[in-house]
């Protein structure tokens, strides 16, 4: 797999966006690579909005979080 021509393809679908996506859909029907360069469009829609790194951080702080909180609950054990 060429992953420049993969980004490329995903980029296309992104210009056919406007249309009817039922219809996409149904012409792209017998292409499997169709729905691959879609979710790959769609995966770096929301990487560039920002979404991505934003539940990154919301991931990090829960674990942080829970990593103190257990620290917490195994220190009170001990006393």
């Given at each position: 797999m060429?992953l420049s021509?993969?980004?490329?393809?995903?980029q296309q679908h992104?210009?056919?966006?406007g249309?009817?996506?039922?219809?996409?859909a149904l012409?792209?029907?017998?292409?499997?690579s169709?729905?691959?360069?879609?979710?790959?469009?769609e995966?770096s829609?929301?990487?560039?909005s920002?979404e991505y790194?934003?539940?990154l951080e919301?991931?990090?702080t829960?674990?942080?979080?829970?990593?103190k909180?257990q620290e917490?609950?195994?220190?009170?054990?001990?006393?």
């Amino acid at each position: 797999m060429n992953l420049s021509e993969f980004a490329e393809q995903s980029q296309q679908h992104d210009i056919a966006s406007g249309t009817d996506k039922t219809m996409m859909a149904l012409l792209a029907n017998d292409q499997s690579s169709f729905w691959n360069a879609y979710r790959a469009r769609e995966l770096s829609k929301w990487i560039q909005s920002g979404e991505y790194q934003s539940c990154l951080e919301s991931a990090r702080t829960y674990e942080r979080r829970l990593l103190k909180a257990q620290e917490f609950l195994q220190a009170s054990k001990g006393e």
